[in-house]
């Protein structure tokens, strides 16, 4: 358990733009990821991504550890921005688009 932990809090760290997910960006396997990682992938940035149905510890111990309860959730620099509702909501507005965009890395 404690080694779940450890490894989401070193995914949060390590990665600015993070979604997890059910399923892949490719082939998301619910309707709530699916709506989800379409308005992430719309912003253009590149984005990190767990899919919690091949990690069943960290499906089992991140809605803890994030206080929420669902999936999809959405991290960026180390900040839980929310799931399908909220991340959708955003895009709407255009505020996903500019939260993205500052905290991508700089283009190589
Ligand atoms: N209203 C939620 C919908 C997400 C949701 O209800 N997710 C459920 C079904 S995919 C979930 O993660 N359940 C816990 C689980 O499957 O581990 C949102 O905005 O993200
Ligand atoms: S897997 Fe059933 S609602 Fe997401």
Not at 3 to 12: A, F, L, P, S, V
Not at 38 to 55: K, T
Not at 72 to 81: A, C, N, R, T, Y
């Amino acid at each position: 358990m404690t080694d779940t932990i450890e490894n989401i809090k070193e995914q949060i760290a390590s990665n600015d733009i993070l979604l997890y997910m059910k399923g892949n960006p490719n082939q998301p396997m619910c309707g709530f990821s699916a709506r989800t990682v379409q308005s992430v992938m719309s912003c253009g940035q590149r984005f990190a991504y767990v899919d919690i149905l091949q990690n069943p510890d960290i499906r089992a111990e991140l809605p803890k550890y994030a206080n929420w309860p669902t999936f999809p959730q959405l991290w960026v620099k180390g900040e839980l921005i929310g799931g399908c509702d909220i991340v959708n909501e955003m895009f709407e507005k255009g505020e996903l688009q500019t939260l993205l965009a500052e905290a991508a890395p700089a283009a190589e």
